[in-house]
């Protein structure tokens, strides 16, 4: 479902080369639910973004679904994005001028879609079908976070990346969303990357791939 | 869902969950709408208003006028209309001294002899309303108003104008077409004109103008008469009018001034194209996260473009229609302001063209000038959705952007052009604001250099820390530079042009000026003048003797085959009455500007081969003559060949004895002359006096208070003013927008930034000063290099447009230069009072 090659990121910084990726090379299966972790710094967020084609590598390839994402240009891999990606972030990243349910409907929308039932039905499966019309200052930060997901998953994408999805919250929260999120995994089949330094939550994962300084480390399946 | 549903769709919702936050870009359109509307609608009625009443303005379907009696040609013509149906009218138009014996009261009045049924269209209104049917039965005659308040007079009273003595039996109410100019030199009087006699004040060398009113049947066209013997006549010296002549010419000088106000409204309207880049900024930093979320899930930056740039464009058409109905209710104030400059009275209706056109041209620049910043959307990477630090320094240029920049100044010039009727000054204005614009941009980048590379380092701390942000990254250096500058620019040309113009019109500055000009003084009544001056023991100028005479040929050419071919403006100058003088020196209103000034002629060389003369420059232009060509003048019959030895610029805003024309002595000592003297009298009451001795002594000299005619202008050129400062005051208001707005675009930073520093200790006070520093020197910089440019431009109008003389009014441009800083200063401390009221962990938190 998901394979990367060679991957390698380099950054120019006050005219220096500094290397954030070094030679990054796994797939993930579909279906499969796999941890990315590592100290801050290591790489996690900007792998992340390359797998997700939210950026391009110095060298190295990706393939998602198939497709190549370095032959894209970007509108084609915002097409992309929209069809076959979902995401969650840390920071939740709800649009703050749509009430909950409109949020969830934009991935839809974005494709021409009537999206208001299917949102219903996801806020009912993330426990807020009451919470609708509210908008996201209106919520604690574990409902944005469900918000969050029932958007990641209304296009029905075939890869969810979450970005340290329960950095901002507290521990049992965090829990719900990660049991949320493995729910979802189990029953869509949607391949799963998560990026976190929380071990506890990299647990719950099939696989974790440990960076260090840019570099694979570790590779263990659970 | 269509692109189109979906922008619509998340544009509309933006909008609802934060409706106030375009309101900025939503005022800054609709003030300059609001001006555009007001003055186009008023333009829309004017011409109307123009169209509906140019037959009452003549009064005829047809007029001749003439400086002589009419001559056979007119006469013949006349008979032969009236023979096929036509009626016809005769008016006498002449000033003279009118003399009040029951009060005392002395005044220059503008009389109009009247024979027939004058006028056949429209109405002089009088008061009490059978005056002007009965005018005609006795010797009666009807006054302005004015007149009455001036002598201290009533109907009923005797009115001496000359040897005859008249009944004032009404006073007018209302008459076509008499605009306060005309009035500012004499009240009007009308008379039955077979008095005219009586009154024996039209003798040699006395100013008159005769006209002829035909009122024609259905089936003689005025036009086709005016086509047929237009030539003829002209050639004659008869002007002939028409009311289709005179309803073009009309519009065309009303909207000449309609324009110009309609240029400061377009003013209005572009700086407030600023106001909305500015809004447009501030509000994408806000949507930062949001449009990159739109990214991550897969929006395209196009479709991203439309969500913005659909809201956007909403607002600014919120904004427009604002502004459209805010223009309906400004343009009924407009009428009242300028009603003593306009021949017409404006009936106010909603004009729904202009109201079209205020809305597109509101709609237009707004999406022009927002697509500037919004084109950076497109570029928002996804990526920030994940990174908030994410670095944007190697995005590419946009070649859009040029794109977008070429559409812009192509709007100015186009919408510049449509608003003043003429492309090359569309184009003209665009250009004056483009290098304002560019000199600006250049000044505030040199600010930015200045403060990088030369901050003193024995500045006191806070001093520098203030100073340092005008070149931080993202300072705001460059916008509120140009906001303001461009602002204050627009602001201080105005004032200066005004203040140039009120000081031209300055006729009796100075104690020493004369203020009281006697006319038409026969060579024999001089030493009863200078009688009557030792009297009073008044001292005068020497009298300056005045030869009336006309062209009679130009370089060879009769005036009369010249007449027959050329437009109406050269006509009037080779077909009007010239007062000419001559004198052996320059006096201090005129300077040489070709030619040479004349020595003595040795002794016995005459003026046989034509006598030397000095032109004024803007004449000699007209008729098309230079140093060395000739012009043979017709002095009372008698042909003087003259040859041009020189041409005068002519200072004729001072109200002294001034001449299109100079002869050199010995030339013109034989021919018939009147005579004028100048003399000052300060005390009204004496001036009073010694003009009713004179009008008793000698009823055939006119004399002329300065100061009433510079009240009069006073008054006039105040209505101007009013009307322009009305139409700047939109100006200013958006260039307030303008400001708040520039200054918003950096609030976040500066809000965080001062967050930081309370944290590290700085104290509320420290913090104002840190403002202070930087929005003094913002506000400085920006209001000296505006009042540069006002200077310049100022200039530039009164050299090209005005054609005066220009002095650069010191203490207004540093009063302008103390205001602008002041605002500026005053903006900024209010804009960052957020930073002394709310707590630092409250910023940073928000985060």
């Known amino acids: 479902m998901l394979r990367c090659t060679a991957l390698t990121k380099t950054y120019r910084s006050g005219g220096r080369d500094l290397t954030v990726l070094n030679d990054i090379t796994f797939s993930v299966e579909p279906g499969g639910f796999a941890a990315i972790v590592g100290p801050s710094g290591s790489g996690k967020t900007t792998l992340l973004g390359l797998l997700a084609g939210l950026d391009r590598p110095t060298a190295g390839t990706v393939h998602l679904d198939g497709q190549e994402l370095g032959a894209l240009d970007e509108d084609a891999r915002a097409r992309m994005r929209g069809e076959k990606i979902g995401f969650v972030f840390q920071s939740f990243q709800l649009i703050p001028t749509l009430t909950a349910r409109e949020n969830i409907q934009v991935p839809l929308e974005l494709r021409g879609e009537e999206a208001g039932a299917r949102a219903a039905d996801l806020l009912e499966r993330v426990g807020l079908g009451d919470r609708g019309h509210h908008y996201p200052a209106q919520l604690s930060g574990g409902e944005q976070q469900r918000v969050a997901l029932a958007r990641a998953f209304s296009t029905g994408p075939k890869v969810l990346f979450a970005d340290e999805p329960t950095g901002n919250l507290d521990a049992r929260t965090g829990a719900s969303i990660i049991d949320l999120m493995v729910d979802l995994n189990r029953d869509l089949g949607t391949t799963l990357v998560l990026v976190t330094h929380d071990l506890d939550l990299a647990a719950r994962a099939r696989r974790t791939i440990r960076l260090a300084d840019g570099r694979i480390v570790a590779d263990t399946a659970a | 869902m269509t692109s189109l549903g979906f922008a619509l769709r998340m544009a509309a919702r933006e909008v609802r969950a934060s409706p106030r936050r375009l309101l900025l870009l939503t005022a800054s359109v609709a003030v300059g709408v609001a001006a555009l509307v007001a003055i186009n609608s008023f333009t829309a009625n004017l011409r109307d208003s123009v169209r509906r009443q140019a037959q009452g303005l003549l009064g005829a379907d047809l007029s001749l006028e003439s400086r002589q009696p009419l001559p056979a040609v007119a006469e013949r013509l006349i008979d032969t209309l009236v023979s096929r149906g036509a009626k016809e009218a005769r008016v006498t138009n002449f000033s003279a001294m009118g003399y009040v014996p029951r009060t005392d009261g002395t005044r220059l009045v503008q009389v109009a002899a009247i024979r027939g049924g004058y006028p056949f269209y429209g109405e002089i209104r009088t008061d009490p309303e059978s005056a002007w049917s009965t005018l005609q ?492 060509d000739e012009i043979v003048w017709d002095v009372q019959g008698i042909r003087i060949p003259t040859r041009v030895a020189s041409l005068r610029e002519v200072d004729w805003a001072r109200f002294e004895p001034n001449f299109f024309v100079v002869f050199e002595p010995g030339s013109l000592e034989g021919a018939p002359h009147t005579l004028v003297t100048l003399t000052r009298i300060d005390r009204p009451t004496d001036r009073g006096a010694f003009q009713r001795l004179l009008a008793e002594r000698l009823p055939n000299v006119t004399t002329l208070d300065l100061s009433v005619v510079q009240e009069a202008l006073e008054r006039l050129v105040d209505r101007v003013v009013l009307a322009i400062r009305f139409m700047a005051g939109f100006t200013l208001g958006t260039g307030t927008l303008v400001l708040v707005g520039a200054l918003a675009t950096s609030r976040f930073q500066r809000i965080r930034e001062g967050a930081l520093l309370r944290t590290l200790g700085a104290t509320r006070s420290q913090i104002f000063r840190i403002v202070l520093a930087e929005y003094f020197a913002l506000g400085a910089m920006a209001a000296a290099v505006a009042a540069l440019l006002s200077l310049a431009a100022a200039w530039a109008l009164a050299k090209w447009v005005f054609e005066g003389r220009f002095s650069p009014q010191p203490m207004s441009l540093a009063a302008l230069v103390l205001g602008v800083v002041s605002l500026t200063v005053l903006v900024g401390l209010l804009n960052s009072r957020e930073v002394i009221r709310r707590t630092p962990l409250e910023v940073l938190r928000g985060e």
């Open chain 2, 137 to 628: 039965r006795g010797r009666h005659a009807v006054v302005d108003p004015a007149l009455l308040a001036a002598l201290r007079s009533r109907v009923g009273d005797t009115l001496a104008l000359g040897e005859a003595r008249f009944v004032i039996t009404g006073t007018v109410a209302s008459a076509p077409g008499n605009v306060g100019l005309r009035a500012a030199f004499g009240p009007r009087v009308y008379i039955p004109a077979r008095y005219l006699q009586e009154t024996g004040l039209l003798g040699f060398g006395a100013r008159a103008e005769y006209e002829a009113y035909l009122r024609l049947p259905g089936s003689i066209a005025a036009q086709a008469i005016a086509r047929e013997r237009g030539p003829t006549l002209r050639a004659e010296r008869v002007r002939v009018r028409t009311v289709e002549d005179d309803r073009e010419r009309l519009n065309e000088t009303l909207s000449r001034l309609t324009g110009y106000l309609g240029l400061v409204a377009l003013i209005a309207l572009l700086l407030g194209g600023i106001g909305v880049a500015s809004a447009v900024v501030v509000f994408i930093r806000q949507r930062m996260d949001t449009i990159a979320v739109l990214r991550c899930l897969g929006a395209t930056g196009g479709r991203v473009l439309g969500v913005y740039g659909a809201e956007a464009a909403g607002m600014a058409l919120a904004g427009s229609l604002l502004g459209a109905a805010a223009g309906v209710l400004f343009q009924q104030a407009l009428p009242g302001l300028l009603s003593d400059l306009l021949p017409v009275d404006v009936e106010t209706s909603v004009s729904w063209s202009a109201i079209a056109l205020g809305v597109g041209m509101g709609l237009w620049v707004a999406s022009v000038f927002a697509l500037f910043p919004l084109l950076a959307v497109r570029r928002v990477p996804p990526l920030a959705a994940l990174r908030r630090e994410y670095e944007t320094d190697s995005m590419p240029r946009d070649p859009w952007r040029w794109l977008v920049a070429l559409a812009l100044a192509a709007s100015t010039v186009a919408l510049a052009s449509l608003q003043v009727g003429s492309g090359r000054q569309g184009a003209v204005f665009a250009g004056g604001v483009a290098v304002a614009l560019l000199v600006l941009w250049a000044s505030s980048w040199a600010l930015v250099r200045a403060a990088r590379r030369w901050l003193p380092g024995g500045l006191p701390y806070l001093w520098r820390q203030g100073l340092s942000n005008l070149h931080r990254p993202s300072n705001q250096t460059v916008t509120v530079v140009l906001a303001i500058g461009f602002g204050a620019f627009l602001l201080g040309t105005l004032i200066l042009v005004q203040l140039n113009l009120l000081d031209q019109l300055r006729l009796t500055g100075g104690p020493a000026r004369p203020n009281l000009v006697l006319f038409d003084i026969q060579p024999d009544q001089l030493p009863t003048v200078e009688r009557s001056l030792r009297e009073a023991g008044l001292s005068a100028s020497d009298p300056v003797p005045i030869v009336p005479m006309r062209i009679a040929s130009v370089k060879g050419r009769p005036v009369q085959r010249m007449l027959a071919d050329t437009g109406q403006n050269a006509a009037w100058a080779l077909r009007r009455e010239y007062r000419s003088t001559y004198r052996d020196s320059l006096v201090s209103s005129e300077r040489l500007a070709a030619g040479a000034w004349w020595t003595p002629r040795a002794a016995g060389s005459d003026g046989r081969n034509g006598y030397r003369i000095s032109v004024e420059s803007g004449l000699a232009e007209e008729i098309g003559v230079g140093v060395g």
